[in-house]
């Protein structure tokens, strides 16, 4: 892909599952790529295998040290690093509190470091991995389901904000995917994520279809535009259909 070849790619959250498929997949396609998790033996041994530069810790801090690793240029940002955070309304604040700061926050300073070299040269990518939660809801799972609701909003407005000015935004929506987020995920996500759960490389093939027609939304199931367009069209009617599935879950429902 031209806009991937010889690009600087940053990938957080590369330790395993689907950063770890993004990176390879930016690696096999000609990028320079930096790989970023908390686990630095996990990405060290992927910067092995790949021909990548690890940069270990926190996700939210790391833009200064991508670029220097990529020669003064990052131009597609992989904002990938995130937390399952089950959990309803009574979940501790401090779970809230991680969720949004790994799920939403993370991605606002990186943007924040990110914008002001990309304005400049008018042009840069930056790719949010939400999740079909964003977009809709899951059940079980306050915290996430929130915070991925305010990652692709934050997408949103990244893109409505800068699109004339050369920043290209792409928010993944998937559902199901056979990584530790998903096993994390518990009976909620056996019920509703694993029976159409994909492999981690099928997102990444998604990403570059994508970015290769500058479309903003990415969902590697592609029903879950039906879903959305569904929610949107009668949103008592989709409630009651997710209340099903929450009362399934709890073992009330048929």
Not at 70 to 97: H, K, M, Q, R, T
Not at 145 to 154: C, E, I, L, M, Q
Not at 205 to 231: I, K, N
């Amino acid at each position: 892909m031209s806009v991937v070849k010889g690009a600087g790619v940053v990938v957080t959250g590369a330790g395993g599952g689907i950063g770890a498929a993004l990176a390879r997949r930016f690696a096999a396609e000609g990028a320079r790529v930096v790989v970023n998790d908390l686990d630095a033996a996990r990405i060290e041994a992927l910067a092995g295998e790949i021909g990548a530069t690890a940069v270990a810790g926190d996700a939210s801090g790391i833009v200064d040290a991508a670029r220097d690793a990529l020669d003064g240029a990052v131009d597609i940002y992989c904002a990938n690093a995130g937390l399952a955070s089950p959990g309803d309304a009574f979940a501790e604040e401090d779970v809230w509190a991680a969720a949004w700061d790994v799920n939403v926050m993370a991605h606002v300073r990186a943007a924040r470091a990110l914008l002001p070299d990309w304005l400049e040269r008018g042009g840069g990518r930056f790719v949010t991995t939400a999740s079909a939660a964003g977009l809709l809801t899951m059940i079980g799972a306050a915290p996430y389901s929130v915070t991925k609701h305010g990652a692709v909003a934050f997408a949103e407005w990244l893109s409505l904000t800068y699109r004339h000015r050369g920043v290209k935004v792409h928010a993944i929506c998937p559902q199901g995917v056979r990584t530790d987020m998903l096993t994390a995920a518990g009976s909620a996500g056996e019920l509703v994520l694993a029976p159409s759960a994909i492999e981690p490389e099928e997102v990444a093939d998604a990403l570059l279809d994508a970015m290769a027609e500058d479309r903003f939304l990415v969902l590697p199931h592609p029903e879950v535009a039906g879903y959305y367009r569904a929610r949107a069209k009668d949103t008592d009617h989709w409630l009651d259909s997710m209340n099903h599935l929450q009362r399934k879950w709890e073992g009330t429902g048929a």
